[in-house]
Nanobody, 122 residues
C-alpha cells in the first residue's frame, strides 16, 4: 500500500499562486504514475494533471494547461502541483493519487491522499 499526504492548500486571491505537495511513502515501487484530481462543491471529481514517476512525462486537463505544472522530486518522494493565475473556478479540494497506469481516469488510481482545500477569492 502507498500512503499519500498532501499539503499546501489555502486561501489565495484570484491571479495568485499556490504550490501543492504530496509526500509518498510505503510501497512506493508500485506506483508508476502520480496524478492530481480536484473536486469542487457539488461537482464530480475531475482530472487536473498526471506524471510518470520514472521519466517525468506529464499530461494536463485543458482547463489548467499553461497555468499549472506537475513535477516530482525522486529524492524526496514528493509530487508537486504549481498553480499560477488561479481563478475562482479552480477552488476545490485537491487530491493526490498514485497508480499503476498513466491515466486521466480516477478509477485507474488505487491510492489517494486525504485532500487539501484550495480557496480562491475574487
Amino acid at each position: 500500500q502507498v500512503q499519500l499526504v498532501e499539503s499546501g492548500g489555502g486561501l489565495v486571491q484570484a491571479g495568485g499562486s499556490l504550490r501543492l505537495s504530496c509526500v509518498v511513502s510505503g510501497r512506493t515501487f508500485t506506483r508508476y504514475a502520480m496524478a492530481w484530481f480536484r473536486q469542487g462543491p457539488g461537482k464530480e471529481r475531475e482530472f487536473v494533471a498526471a506524471i510518470i514517476w520514472r521519466d517525468g512525462v506529464a499530461a494536463y486537463a485543458d482547463s489548467v494547461k499553461g497555468r499549472f505544472t506537475i513535477s516530482r522530486d525522486n529524492a524526496k518522494n514528493t509530487v508537486y502541483l504549481q498553480m499560477n493565475s488561479l481563478a475562482p473556478e479552480d477552488a476545490a479540494v485537491y487530491y493526490c493519487a498514485a497508480g499503476s497506469f498513466f491515466s486521466r481516469n480516477s478509477y485507474e488510481y488505487a491510492d489517494w491522499g486525504q485532500g487539501t482545500q484550495v480557496t480562491v477569492s475574487s
